[in-house]
Every structure is written in C-alpha cells, then in structure tokens.
T-cell receptor
Framework: DSGVTQTPKHLITATGQRVTLRCSPR?????VYWYQQSLDQGLQFLIQ???????AKGNILERFSAQQFPDLHSELNLSSLELGDSALYFC??????????????FGPGTRLTVL | AQKITQTQPGMFVQEKEAVTLDCTYD???????LFWYKQPSSGEMIFLIY??????QNATEGRYSLNFQKARKSANLVISASQLGDSAMYFC????????????FGTGTRLKVLA
C-alpha cells in the first residue's frame, strides 16, 4: 500500500457525461500528479499540483481540469467524455521538493470506461 | 530535454532465472535520479528501486538490483531468481531536475515469467 488513495476504483459512464476522480496524497506529501494510461500504452502526464497551485501541465485536454484543495486532496474533472477517454487514471504524490531523489508513489488508479 | 528509452517491448524468462531489463537515459545534468516501477496485470504502479547519479554503489532491493553504468547512461534492472509473480510491465523513469521537476517515463517492457 503506497499510502495514496484514489476513488472510485472503477467508473462506467456514457459519452458526453462528466465525471470527477478523487485523490488523496500520502501523509506529508504536498505534490500531486495526474497521469492517463490508455490500453497497453505508457503513462501520459496530465498535470501536477504543489500545495494547491498548478506547477506543471502536460498533454491535458481542454475538456479536462483539475485542482488541489487546502487539505491537499486533488480532483480531476473530465467532461464531454468521448470513447477515447477510456483509460486508467493514476494519481501520484511526492513531497514536492525539487531534489532528484524525491520518489513518486502511485495510487491504485481509477479505471474509466466510456460507453 | 531528458529522455528515457526502453528498447525491449517484451521479454521472456524461465522461472528461477535472472533477467535484465534495459533502460538508457539522456540528460545533460550531473545530478539526477532514476526509478523503476512495476505494473502487474491488476494495474497498480509499484515503486521498486531508485538509483541516484552520485551513488557509488548499485542500488539493491531484495531480488531487484540496478546495473548502473553512468558513462553509458544506462540503468538496467536486474531481477534475480524470477518468480511467476514477476510477470508484469516494468517502467523506467527519471525526474527532471529543472523547470517543472516532472517525471519522464519510458515506454515500458512487458516481462513474462515461464513456469
């Protein structure tokens, strides 16, 4: 158990709908990362937050948005869902420091299926 | 820009044998960290081992070790005494040491352990 929690574990929805994925980082970690992994693909970095502020943006679609709250949990909002958004969405956390030794720990992921 | 390359899309190994998964990286930094993650078929991403650029010894964690060759810019993962439970996808990653400090992942190697 990495200490990073994600809910829900599975989500099935229809095209055009909106969903919210939730993540709680490990105790003491200030930074949260979101990744998308489509079937048999590598990890696609979406966005990173540090202590409530956006720090880095990757290949995140305009239909997707995220935020990190004062209690450091984060939510990823996906709207106008398309079939191609079906994927495993990971949240990961680390301390947020700038050292190269800072290990990133992953949550169990949310498997999103868009029908 | 930093880059991680994993050239083996798939590997087979006999149970109880050792296997090496290749990872090469590209960076102009002197200080950097390299990480390996395991993703079993259940989907979660599990942190395995870390190697820092200034570490004089190769990292080891149980049956996992890193064959770190700095001059060649390679950080190969060695799994000794393979077990059926080692069948999984393995990702090599590096953390950016400037700018956004996000993590760069390779495309992964799928390992199948044969009984």
């Amino acid at each position: 158990d990495s200490g990073v929690t994600q809910t829900p574990k599975h989500l099935i929805t229809a095209t055009g709908q909106r969903v919210t994925l939730r993540c709680s980082p490990r105790s003491g970690d200030l930074s949260v990362y979101w990744y998308q992994q489509s079937l048999d693909q590598g990890l696609q970095f979406l966005i990173q937050y540090y202590n409530g502020e956006e720090r880095a943006k990757g290949n995140i679609l305009e239909r997707f948005s995220a935020q990190q709250f004062p209690d450091l949990h984060s939510e990823l909002n996906l709207s106008s869902l398309e079939l191609g958004d079906s994927a495993l969405y990971f949240c990961a956390s680390n301390s947020g420091g700038t050292g190269f030794t800072d290990t990133q720990y992953f949550g169990p992921g949310t498997r999103l299926t868009v029908l | 820009a930093q880059k991680i390359t994993q050239t083996q899309p798939g590997m087979f190994v006999q149970e109880k044998e050792a296997v090496t998964l290749d990872c090469t990286y590209d960076t102009s930094d002197q200080s950097y960290g390299l990480f390996w993650y395991k993703q079993p078929s259940s989907g979660e991403m599990i942190f395995l081992i870390y190697q820092g650029s200034y570490d004089e010894q190769n990292a080891t964690e149980g049956r996992y070790s890193l064959n770190f060759q700095k001059a060649r810019k390679s950080a190969n993962l060695v799994i000794s005494a393979s077990q059926l439970g080692d069948s999984a996808m393995y990702f090599c990653a590096m953390r950016e040491t400037k700018g956004t400090y996000k993590y760069i992942f390779g495309t992964g190697t799928r390992l199948k352990v044969l009984a």
